[in-house]
């Protein structure tokens, strides 16, 4: 099986936590997307450092960064959104917008997957194009 470099945005969820040990475990290179808007959420860090030891590699880029995101999807084949948007749903909306423009524009991404899509019916318009 052909190995891939694999992006988790909202690594660090429910969902998110187990697909990056999942890509892991499968042997994938993986990344997670480390959002600066996390702050001193320690519980997140903790997480995320101990992805670090387990291989990960972090890559600091916020969402509202387009060029940042950009330049964080362009190098990987593979990118898994398992951001919830449980707290704000219509901007979480928007986040997932904002990663599939960066998606698009990178023009590398092989496979995108999102926890959210069949929620989230704006984006299939924008999915047209991909």
């Known amino acids: 099986?052909?190995?891939?470099?694999?992006?988790?945005?909202?690594?660090?969820?429910?969902?998110?936590?187990?697909?990056?040990?999942?890509?892991?475990?499968?042997?994938?290179?993986?990344?997670?997307?480390?959002r600066p808007e996390i702050g001193l959420d320690v519980e997140k860090l903790q997480l995320l450092l101990s992805f670090k030891a387990q291989g990960v590699r972090l890559m600091e880029a916020s969402l509202d960064d387009h060029r940042g995101l950009v330049a964080a999807v362009k190098q990987v084949d593979?990118?898994?959104?398992?951001?919830?948007?449980?707290?704000?749903?219509?901007?979480?909306?928007?986040?997932?917008?904002?990663?599939?423009?960066?998606?698009?524009?990178?023009?590398?991404?092989?496979?995108?997957?999102?926890?959210?899509?069949?929620v989230l019916p704006a984006i299939h318009s924008r999915l047209e194009d991909f």
Do not use: C, D, P
């Open 78 to 118: 593979v990118v898994v959104s398992a951001m919830s948007g449980v707290h704000f749903r219509g901007h979480g909306l928007l986040l997932q917008l904002k990663l599939v423009e960066a998606i698009k524009e990178a023009g590398n991404v092989k496979i995108w997957m999102s926890s959210r899509l069949l």
């Open 1 to 34: 099986m052909e190995k891939s470099r694999v992006l988790v945005v909202g690594g660090t969820g429910y969902i998110g936590r187990r697909i990056v040990k999942a890509s892991l475990a499968q042997g994938h290179e993986t990344y997670v997307l480390m």
